[in-house]
């Protein structure tokens, strides 16, 4: 089943139902929204040339076209690639030229930013900007018919951030997709139609991801006009729509409650906060059940398996009588409907509930691979199992809770960040002899950035020289945030730096 089905059929039963927002503006109905969505689709096959499991990458911030351009990719029999809006130029090149793409969807400032990269990349034959005529024509004409689609057939490469080098695309099929929308549904929010689905976080991530289960009942797409997160902006869209739902990051829990524009703030209208994507420590959740109320649902997934893993739902969190409420709120919860989890050892075998080992997951939600890696494929799929190198334990109620993030991964802001990208970049300076890259607890983003520096005898270099070479080469939130010159790193007899030590020496 092709996913794009999910919207002609809400469109067919509400079609009168508003679909997109604009801030507090309805931009679309239901009718509207597919009505678009398969001229664009038409555009894509007939006047642009595109056929049959091309890519078509999305470099947009968060804006309602989104949505449209989305759904007419899938339509259209295309390959969706959504691409983190805040990445460096280069992080753009390499995923356009890893995957192909023949066309860009983008909004205006983006566009303008990419056009050069057509000029290096082959396979690229158009950069349209969503805020163009000619991408408003294409949205008039003719409709094209829903393409078939194999349950298998690729529907999204999803950029992982590189742990050991580049980064790798997960190929998602339309039969993960709707079993992830599935899942949600199941799992984490009983949707009704008219709910509204608040993008405060990116759409080309998690937030979006939560955005399908949403259209397929009929509920409204809200994004911002400053298309991110402000808390104030946040509160005042909380009060117009009813029944407000999202997908934050730990951290913007904290923020949102932290902010003066919370102090007598209406968020009756509040229906629920899925949150996911890096740890929720249980003091924090505690504090913000205090101040919402107990309406929060917790997911732990990853692109490979995208946003299903285990879940905490709504009713679990509410559960006060529980006896043991306080582990559950520091867990990740228990196993989702559609998947199975285990606990392997280092030799993938099976460990008993209490033992600690890696976190690996089966069922139809799991990735068909990475493109064009198979070496990676083969290893992260290994035995039928994706292994997240998640390291957790299961307790006897079937609670999944994290002991450690693999790979030494930094989450700021509920962005992952991986050291070792950071870390090649610095050591292309020519003052840098070594570095370490780890994470620093941060009371608002969860983590920032930092770097230990051992620099080549007599020729240091000052932090702002190392700012301005991290910049040349990777995007401006991955930079350090904080640089410490050392004269070496703690290592282990086999060399391997002991990041470990050097995080208590932050705590310390």
Known sequence: MNIAKLLERTAKTYPDHPALAHGTDIVATYRQFAAETVSLAHALRHELGLEKGDRVALIMKNHPEY??????????????????AKLHISEFQYILENSDSRLVFATAELADQITPLKQELPALETILSVHEESYQSFKTGPALDLQDADPDDLAWLFYTSGTTGKPKGAMISHRNILIATLSHLAD?????????????????????????????????????????FDPAETLELISHFPNSCFFFAPTMIHRLISS?????????????????????????????????????????????????????????????????????????????????????????????????????????????????????????????????????????????TLKDRSKDMIISG???????????????????????????????????????????????????????????????????????????????????????????????
């Open 67 to 84: 949505w449209i351009s989305l759904f007419a990719t899938w339509h259209a029999g295309l390959v969706a690639v959504p691409v983190n």
């Open 188 to 228: 984490l929010a009983a949707l009704e139609p008219g709910d509204a689905a608040i993008h405060t976080a990116p759409q080309t991530h998690g937030s979006g991801f939560t955005g399908i289960p949403t259209i397929a009942k009929a509920g409204i797409q809200v994004t911002p006009l400053s298309g991110g």
């Open 260 to 400: 003066p524009a919370f102090e007598g703030a209406d968020t009756s209208n509040l229906k629920v906060i899925v949150y996911g994507g890096g740890p929720m420590y249980e003091a924090d959740i505690r504090r913000a059940i205090d101040a919402l109320g107990p309406k929060f649902a917790q997911l732990y997934g990853q692109g490979e398996a995208p946003m299903t893993i285990t879940g905490l739902s709504t009713s679990l969190i509410k559960d006060e009588n529980h006896p043991r409420r306080s582990e559950i709120l520091a867990s990740v919860g228990t196993v989702r409907t559609d998947v199975e989890v285990r606990i392997f050892d280092e030799d993938d075998k099976p460990l008993p509930v209490g033992e600690i080992g890696e976190v690996a997951v089966r069922g139809d939600v799991v990735m068909l691979g990475y493109w064009k890696n198979p070496e990676a494929t083969k290893e992260t799929l290994r035995g039928g199992w994706l292994h997240t190198g998640d390291m957790g334990c299961f307790d006897e109620e079937g609670f999944l």
């Open 414 to 508: 509920g962005t992952n960040i991986y050291p070792r990208e950071i870390e090649e970049a610095l050591l292309t300076h020519p003052s840098v002899e070594e570095i370490s890259v780890v994470g620093r607890s941060h009371p608002d983003w969860g983590e920032e950035v930092v770097a230990f520096v051992v620099s080549k005898q007599g020729d240091p270099a000052e932090p702002e020289e190392l700012d301005r070479h991290c910049l040349s080469q990777i995007a401006r939130f991955k930079r350090p945030k904080e640089y410490f010159f050392v004269l070496e790193l703690p290592k282990n007899n086999y060399g391997k730096v002991l990041k470990t030590e050097l995080r208590e020496r932050l705590e310390a």
